[in-house]
């Protein structure tokens, strides 16, 4: 039986419930509730129970989100797993309950559609998302062979799509335009289709509500794919002139009928890339050889008990047993340990204290960026613990630069922004590995590593709990001050969301 044929079934229901992104979709809500809440009260077969019921009311407001996002500061893995647990619980029998409504899948997959990419603007992590959007769209595959609807099928279809976007959005806080144009193909390739699929079908409310939000995610793609393309070929020293494709972008956008943030973040596309080809035939910046360094300083708390000059000295020794008997440091090999430090600062010479700028510096193996497929590595980033007997440690990663176009400093540089792409999401197109072939999502996954394995040394010591040294940045404090980072990001971006991170730059 169709849904629409169902008894207690209303027919078409009207279009304010059909839910567009980036706009308020309070009608979508209160249809679902009211539908799910009828449902039980007459007994259908499928009804939510009163606890699907009420788990339902938190995931269908943003409220449960942002409490997820932004008040868990203490970064509580418990509290992320179960957020997750309750995702993949309540959504898909409130799937299976949405398919028995006339259009119900429908206007679900799109107010979740909705919700998602409210939440995708209170995080980077896009890892809840994922969790949204599969345990749906799962839950509606399983019911596809018993249903005709093909509304429904091509809603969700858009919402699954919301995971070629994530992995755009990555490309674009990588700054690197080979993957950028790579990945918003792909998107572009997976969009269309369902484009074309609703464009063929009866016309009606729900048609025309999915038609306008796939062609405009089509659009959308194909302008960020276009714009970062002529980027790319600008920046390998293709000068001609591009005026004319960016001006076919620009009218495509401008025909089509943007919400304001996403005709906001494709106006920044578009200037950015303009600007760029204005400059085409004007002597560019070139460096024939500089270093480009990022570090993270990290301190190691001490009682009056502590000797910081022997604590250097005994991180200094178990490194070396490391080295020699083959192990690795936070996951990277370690390939030297020397017992002093570069000059690369002037310090008076000792203090009170009799410490210096003394101490010890443990190399270790190098990373690697690179597209895979490519023989020849994009970035080689080379990493080194500095311990000082002053207490001024840090982790050093130092990127060498040879005959670089100016654009590759600001590529090394934003290896270390706090909201560099999760590299685990597009390991086709790029990926970062350590010297033993592990993959790793980016450089803050690496100072983590690094900072819990000195963690594990210094307990080794067997020094007494509450007595010995700890590190004044854990590897739990590590993330959470980037999670704090990203939060004053997204509030400053509150009204743009970054999936154009790179073109507004």
């Not at 169709?2 to 839910?19: I, T």
């Not at 429904?152 to 490309?171: K, N, Q, S, Y």
């Not at 600008?234 to 009928?257: H, I, Q, T």
């Not at 106006?267 to 480009?292: C, K, Q, S």
Request: with cysteine.
């Amino acid at each position: 039986m169709h849904p629409a044929d169902r008894p207690g079934a209303e027919r078409e229901p009207g279009p304010a419930v059909f839910a567009s992104v980036d706009r308020p979709a309070d009608a979508a809500r209160r249809w679902l509730t009211a539908q799910f809440d009828r449902q039980a009260a007459e007994g259908e077969p499928g009804a939510l129970a009163a606890e699907q019921r009420a788990d339902l009311v938190q995931l269908l407001s943003s409220t449960w989100w942002r409490a997820v996002f932004e008040d868990d500061a203490d970064d509580d893995e418990t509290d992320a797993d179960a957020a997750g647990a309750l995702l993949r619980r309540a959504l898909p029998p409130a799937v299976r309950a949405a398919a028995r409504l006339p259009r119900g899948g429908l206007i679900l997959a799109l107010y979740l559609r909705n919700l998602v990419n409210d939440a995708w603007l209170m995080a980077w992590d896009h890892e809840l998302l994922v969790i949204a959007i599969e345990a749906s769209c799962g839950a509606a595959d399983d019911l596809r062979h018993g249903s005709a609807d093909e509304l429904d099928r091509l809603g969700w279809a858009l919402l699954r799509f919301m995971l070629c976007e994530f992995r755009v959005e990555t490309a674009l806080l990588t700054g690197r335009l080979e993957a950028v144009v790579e990945l918003a193909d792909a998107a572009v390739a997976a969009v269309e289709p369902i484009v074309a699929a609703t464009a063929g079908l009866d016309g009606g409310v729900a048609r025309g509500a999915l038609l306008r939000e796939a062609t405009n995610e089509a659009i959308y793609y194909r302008a960020v794919r276009d714009t970062a393309n002529v980027g790319r070929r600008l920046f390998k020293g293709d000068r001609r002139d591009a005026s004319a494709e960016l001006a076919r972008v620009r009218a495509d956008v401008a025909a089509a009928s943007f919400n304001p943030i996403d005709a906001s973040e494709l106006r920044g596309h578009l200037t950015a890339i303009t600007a760029l080809n204005a400059a085409r035939d004007r002597d560019w910046l070139h460096v024939d050889e500089g270093r480009v360094r990022i570090v993270y300083p990290f301190g190691i708390r001490t009682t009056g008990h502590d000797d910081p000059i022997a604590v250097v000295e005994t991180l200094r020794r178990q490194a070396e047993e490391l080295r020699v008997g083959g192990g690795t440091l936070g996951g990277l090999p370690v390939a030297d340990v020397r017992g002093r430090l570069d000059l690369s600062d002037v310090w008076q010479g000792t203090d009170d204290f009799g410490r210096g700028y003394r101490g010890a510096t443990i190399l270790l193996g190098d990373l690697t960026l690179e597209r895979p497929g490519e023989g020849r590595p994009l970035e080689v980033v080379e990493t080194r613990v500095q311990l000082s007997q002053l207490g001024n440690h840090s982790i050093v990663f130092e990127i060498a630069l040879e005959d670089a176009p100016a654009h590759r400093v600001a590529q090394a540089i934003h290896l270390a922004t706090p909201v560099f792409g999760d590299l685990h999401e597009i390991e086709g197109s790029l990926r970062m590995r350590t010297a033993t072939g592990a993959t790793v999502t980016g450089l803050p996954e690496v100072v983590t590593g690094l900072l819990a394995a000195i963690r594990g040394l210094l307990d080794a010591t067997g020094v007494r709990p509450g007595r010995g040294p700890h590190l004044a940045a854990a590897a739990s404090e590590q993330r959470a001050a980037r999670l704090q980072q990203q939060r004053h990001v997204a509030g400053q971006l509150r009204l743009a969301r970054l999936r154009g991170a790179r073109g507004r730059e």
